[in-house]
């Protein structure tokens, strides 16, 4: 068996396993946050960090929601690494944002932040500082979801189907699912451009 049969059945293997209700639940919580005008803070590192940006873009374009990720101000990110450390970057840049208690935070994450084995710990802050400030947290996860999966209102963990492949996995099921969400027709408020224009 090929490379790229192994890595398509493994992607079918996930997409049959995932948990549609998860997602309903987490689509609640956007709409939501939405209807009474919190705003959507979305936080990842690494490859995570990229997706943030992108699904940024697609809540404010495509769900009418007032969204940002740290990770897209280089400058303040790397000014607080520096000047502060990696652990608090993403807690006193919300800090900064005066999080609320109407607002949300979604976290895309291969492991969810694991504070005693030191793993993305600026997740887990941030993580606690929203839960202590009263906003909700949404994730959507890899392997067991770590910090993450146990104090979020509400998550979808990607299924290891490879444990050779969690990364792999976790980090392209953040695509799937947040474009699940902002397609849904309860966040849907505005048409995507080959849609609009497709003929009937």
Avoid at 122 to 128: H, M, P, R, S, Y
Avoid at 173 to 195: G, I
Wanted: aromatic share 6%; hydrophobic share 45%.
């Amino acid at each position: 068996m090929s490379y790229a049969v192994q890595h398509l059945r493994e992607t079918a293997e996930i997409v049959a396993r995932l948990n549609p209700e998860d997602c309903e639940r987490c689509v609640r919580e956007l709409v939501a946050l939405r209807a009474r005008g919190g705003r959507l803070f979305i936080l990842g590192v690494g490859g995570s960090a990229a997706n943030a940006g992108h699904a940024v873009n697609d809540f404010r374009k495509i769900g009418g929601f007032e969204c940002y990720a740290p990770t897209d101000n280089v400058s303040e990110l790397t000014a607080r690494t520096n000047d502060e450390g990696w652990a608090t970057v993403f807690v006193e840049w919300l800090r900064g944002s005066r999080l609320r208690a109407d607002d949300a935070l979604l976290v895309l994450s291969v492991g969810g932040g694991n504070r005693e084995q030191n793993v993305s710990p600026n997740l887990v802050a941030a993580v606690d500082f929203a839960k202590q400030v009263g906003a909700r947290v949404i994730g959507l996860l890899g392997k067991d979801g770590g910090h993450t999966a146990k104090v979020a209102d509400a998550c979808v963990i990607v299924p290891v189907v490879n444990p050779g492949n969690i990364t792999p996995h976790s980090e392209a099921f953040q695509a799937v699912l947040w474009h699940l969400f902002v397609s849904h027709p309860a966040v849907k408020v505005n048409q995507t451009k080959w849609e609009s224009v497709a003929k009937p």
